[in-house]
């Protein structure tokens, strides 16, 4: 098992909800939007939008719902682990599902985490945006941006830019507040039907992600 370590003072941050947008309280007090706020505002719908329209409102809601659900229980699984607490218990069946995922991610991706800094804690730049991260460790002797995703289906690299971008958002917000130097991030994927992935991005593809990011922050902010 990772161990958890009190190696930076941590602080957590205030949630808000601005025009149905989240935002954080940054530790200046200003308000500033989510990194999955500012990721979902450019992000290309078409696809998403086919599939609702191909499958229905109400399946695509469900599925959605059904998801959502499965992922949260998982984290917290997950989060349970790592602080060394009792798990989640529940009888039904997503429960029982988050607690098989939980436990391949446990098996397959934290046996290489040498420690684990801090789970489930919110980050922000200052003045331009914040978010939580799922987890920041040492993997393999080296600091990462950790983070677990379940998924209905096996993913492919290209398919994940997306996940890349939030942890190049995270490992900027910690290193501009803690003085660290992470230039690494790590997705743990379980899919619903068991499958194992694990995706690194570091060195020139980890600053692609970087740019592609402030990118986004940029054009954030020039249209609201």
């Known amino acids: 098992m990772a161990l958890l370590v009190n190696k930076f003072d941590y602080h957590e941050l205030k949630r ?48 959605v719902t059904e998801s959502a659900n499965i992922g949260t229980i998982t ?10 607490v009792d798990r989640p218990k529940g009888g039904n069946l997503i429960y029982q599902q988050a607690k098989q995922l939980s436990d391949i991610i446990i098996e397959n991706g934290m046996s290489n985490v040498d ?12 003045g331009l945006y914040a978010g939580t991260a799922d987890m920041i460790c040492v993997h393999r002797n080296k600091p990462v941006i950790g983070d677990f995703k379940t998924s209905r ?12 971008m939030q942890c190049a958002a995270y490992a900027l917000a910690h290193n501009e507040l803690y003085g660290t130097n992470i230039d690494s991030g790590l997705i743990f994927i379980v899919s619903h039907s068991g499958e194992y992935q694990e995706f690194t991005v570091e060195g020139a593809e980890f600053q692609k992600y970087t740019d592609q990011w402030l990118n986004k922050v940029e054009q954030y902010y020039k249209a609201n």
């Open 153 to 164: 289906k096996v993913k492919k690299r290209e398919w994940i830019e997306d996940y890349f």
């Open 115 to 126: 420690e684990v800094w801090a789970i489930e804690q919110s980050l922000c730049f200052p």
């Open 16 to 63: 808000t909800t601005i025009e149905g947008k989240r935002h954080y309280l940054d530790s200046n007090g200003k308000a500033v939007p989510s990194v999955t706020t500012i990721l979902s505002h450019m992000k290309d719908m078409t696809a998403l939008n086919k599939w609702k329209k191909r499958v229905g409102n109400a399946e695509a809601q469900r599925i």
């Open 75 to 84: 984290h917290k699984h997950l989060e349970s682990y790592v602080e060394g």
